[in-house]
T-cell receptor
Framework: GAGVSQSPRYKVAKRGQDVALRCDPI?????LFWYQQALGQGPEFLTY????????KSGLPSDRFFAERPEGSVSTLKIQRTQQEDSAVYLC???????????FGSGTRLTVV | RKEVEQDPGPFNVPEGATVAFNCTYS??????FFWYRQDCRKEPKLLMS?????NEDGRFTAQLNRASQYISLLIRDSKLSDSATYLC???????????WGLGTSLAVNP
């Protein structure tokens, strides 16, 4: 597609439930990022992939968060045993390796109840 | 202290006004800077990159002062459609990670 596609657009999870968020980047974009944006805050870095390699996962808040990009295209962010503090918009962005023209997806709004 | 700091506003200005946003960053290793625009419940979209020489795109002008670690965005002849949150972003290091400010809220009123 022409842009970064994220699904689902909205997700309501019961506390303790596992969720999986999908990101389909722009075709050919080498780099893929996940950010978490809480209400009224700027996005906070979670993790970064270059192709299939996860080069930086320093922003993942706990070991309940796991991300993968096995074939260097689609990425999945998984959150196990969701907690209320996980409620946020999860943004995916991709870019080519040669510039900083990050393109963001529309995000997945996760609400943990 | 956050690495990138902005005045959260809100800035309420009439149509046609000129408004300026400021941003400071603490990491002197930061190499690249950007202004993003984010509409309510939408994803951030790149507005413009910021260069030391300053750059202008229509009604928008961005400036970088490395000595003071300060970035600015000037919007001239503001339009109703400029109402949004403007996020200051710095990039440092080789991991391509972006560091975001909290954003400055702008409301342009008729």
């Amino acid at each position: 597609g022409a842009g970064v596609s994220q699904s689902p657009r909205y997700k309501v999870a019961k506390r303790g439930q596992d969720v999986a968020l999908r990101c389909d980047p722009i075709s050919g974009h080498v780099s893929l990022f996940w950010y978490q944006q809480a209400l009224g805050q700027g996005p906070e870095f979670l993790t970064y992939f270059q192709n299939e390699a996860q080069l930086d996962k320093s922003g993942l808040p706990s070991d309940r968060f796991f991300a993968e990009r096995p074939e260097g295209s689609v990425s999945t962010l998984k959150i196990q045993r969701t907690q209320q503090e996980d409620s946020a918009v999860y943004l995916c962005a991709s870019t080519t390796g040669n510039n900083y023209g990050y393109t963001f997806g529309s995000g997945t709004r996760l609400t943990v109840v | 202290r956050k690495e990138v700091e902005q005045d959260p506003g809100p800035f309420n200005v009439p149509e046609g006004a000129t408004v300026a946003f400021n941003c400071t960053y603490s990491n002197s290793a930061s190499q690249s800077f950007f202004w993003y625009r984010q509409d309510c419940r939408k994803e951030p979209k790149l507005l413009m990159s910021v260069y030391s020489s300053g750059n202008e795109d229509g009604r928008f002008t961005a400036q970088l002062n490395r000595a003071s670690q300060y970035i600015s965005l000037l919007i001239r002849d503001s339009k109703l459609s400029d109402s949004a949150t403007y996020l200051c972003v710095a990039h440092a290091g080789n991991n391509r990670k972006l560091i975001w400010g909290l954003g400055t809220s702008l409301a342009v009123n008729p």
